[in-house]
């Protein structure tokens, strides 16, 4: 080699010859001949049925005990090309590979932008035509995101492309495709969709499954929502589905694959069945499995677990659920569905009724259990999870909260400068009108209209108005015996944008929070889930730290631990804050709606929560060591159901109307007597006091004036979901409210008056009827028959019961 060149001079010495330039290039040509040469005799053509194993993944209970191994087996049949459908090879030809029956089986712009990404760091990407995809799937065992994997499948991608045929490069990879629902291979998902041989699938059941090969996360019906609540949710999965679905169909007529005749029979999304068959999953175990592998996934940030290494299996993963309280979860909401339920007596009531539960500690976020369903095998939405079961009157906590945090604003000042943002902190002492269809105002003291410039009347549960002439009530008060007017109009005074920041603050998800814009958002438009729900009472339980819910303490592999869960306690409240709201939420189990929720000789705090139209009802509470949250619903979600349409619950159960303080609140009773049994009683924070007092009446030698004006009409919510309930018990106008000296019909004890289970046989002030309490003062408080200090209950507490208590006392 004659560098640098002899004989010449200056900068001639350091130019290279045409013979050293001609020279190298051969050279390094043929090094990479020899290179790709040598990959090229070193790689196999892969054998589908020696590929693509998982292994188990082992789940433990939070003693350590062995929940369930799952998840490792192979369901996956091989069929033959002549068993699979015409129409399904071109759905997959038509959708990701149009030149596939021609092409080499490399796309060389594909591998040189894969390689490219990973080399940079950016999204690594799979392969471009159906033999590197195939390649891809049927190497399961190495999914390691290096170059040098890349390279190797790029080898094997041009051996498979210049040695096997396209028939059996099709086979191969409609056999080792993956199309969820743990199904490897068409046969395997034709059976786990339709429960059907792979052959017998029809256009539009093939279009559907090339659509599942985009990630069944995103386009399986049934939904994915523990592992993307906001958007793998099943209305966002079966539009994306059928989108894909279409389009695919559209291709495969455009390319020549499918005649438009056929096409135009298949315009819906097929029918598809549960998507759980085995039975090791059965009862609650399938929830806990997949809110455990939800978990791992959706923080794979921090726990570097994605569903493709989820799904290879070999992890032991402990989760933090405790199976005596799952169990006695699950027996809670049993006593009161066959005591109760009588789809077979009550169809038009009683069919379609569902639970959901979750029980978080209090001092960590560990989900402890939850209640997801009748059965996961059967019934495979996670009721514990997102359903869109609006919470009501379980919101108004954070408005609350809100009140006390960030101050109620100051109208004088905002008549004058819009700019100004003046605050007071509300204490719970502070005063607002109880008045049914009560004119809802802006902070600026202006009436609050709708987008058509109509008025905000809010009403109250039953249309009643409490405490005339003043009808004004305390904070405190309200939340007792959940006043619509009052917190409503208090959400508009400390701004709607303040009572979204403390509910997310406290723990509640954006993507679950509707109608943030209107007066009712106050009052539980949103749709939390109960794990979320019990997560964010379970911040006021902790005097406002939060920890976000868990469900994985650790994971472990052959390589050692994998993951492990780090407490994280975020301070979102000040003591004093969460210390008072947890004080009148205390209330409100002591002597308010929520009574049927006490336990004796411990402290609880919690608030019932029932819709309009009696759509939903939730009981959620905690004690200082537990928080638990319960919602009840009814939801056609039969599969052959597309619309999953909530349905009134008037009359369910045998009563006229399901409140927070019936069915939910008797079976967070149940749970939590069992699940605290044995544990010490621990009392709530004594609370400092905190704020002023907002709209202080006049002194008693003043004559005091309502504050708002009844109107013959109540405008329409302007909501795009229902307006919530909050009923608040009545008052006779001829007795001063709580007036011991007031004989009228048994005091106020009608129609659960301000209820305590029907007062305390006094017929004086029963508890409950009214807001959030039902008529017959909820399941586990049945009407007493004799005087004295009776649990009665809604419209049998006090009724002619008088100063002493009368036969319904």
Known sequence: MDYPRAGKDGA???????????????????SLVAVAGIGYAMVSVPVVAETAEAQNNVYYWSDGSQMVATGGEVNRQIINYEQIPKAMRYAVISQENKSFETDSGVDPNGIARALFNMATGGQTQGGSTITQQYVKNARLDDQSQTISRKFKEIFISIKVGATVSKQQIMAGYLNSAYYGRSAYGLQAAAHAYFNKEASKLNPGECAFLAAMLKGATYYDPAGATSIDPKYATPAANTKRAKLQMQDTLDKMVQYGH???????????????????SNTQLSGQIGYLVDLANGYLVSHKDTTHITE???????????TTFDKKKVDELEAAVQKVRKAKIKPDERPET?????FGGASLDVATGAIKAIYGGEDATKHFTNNADQTNAQVGST???FVLAAAMKWGV???????????QDERTLASPKSLYSAQNKLKIKEYNGSIWRDDKGKEWLQTNDGDESLNPPTYMVDLREAMQFSVNSAYVQLGMDVGLDKVEQTALDAGVLESSLVGTNYPSFSIGTSSPSAIRMAGAYATFANSGGRNDPYSVEKVTSKDGLAYEHAKATKRVFRSDVADNVTDVLKTVVDAGTGTAAKLPGRDVAGKTGTTDENKSAWFVGYTPQLSTAISMFRMDDDENNKSRQFLSMFGTGGEKKIHGASFPAQIWHDYMADALKGTPAKKFPTPEPIGEVINALPSPSATPSPTASET???????????????PSPSQSDECAPFDWRCKNNGGNGNNGGNGNNGGNGNGGIGNNGGTDGGDAGGVTSPP??????ANGGGNKGGDNGGFLGGPNG
């Open 350 to 354: 009683d069919k379609y009724v569902q």
């Open 395 to 397: 919101f108004k906590p």
């Open 409 to 419: 604003r100051d109208p004088e000042i905002a008549r004058e400068d819009q700019s």
């Open 712 to 726: 013959e009409t109540e405008s329409p919510s302007p909501t795009p979901s229902e307006t919530q309930e909050s």
């Open 12 to 30: 001639a010495r350091w130019v290279p010859s045409w013979k050293l330039v001609s020279g190298l290039f051969i050279g390094f040509i043929g």
């Open 258 to 276: 499918l005649d438009a005749g056929v096409r135009g029979q298949y315009k819906d999304l097929p029918k598809v069945q549960n998507p759980r």
């Open 784 to 789: 007493a028959e004799s005087p004295g200090n």
């Open 308 to 318: 493709d290494k989820l799904r290879t299996g070999g992890y032991s993963i402990y």
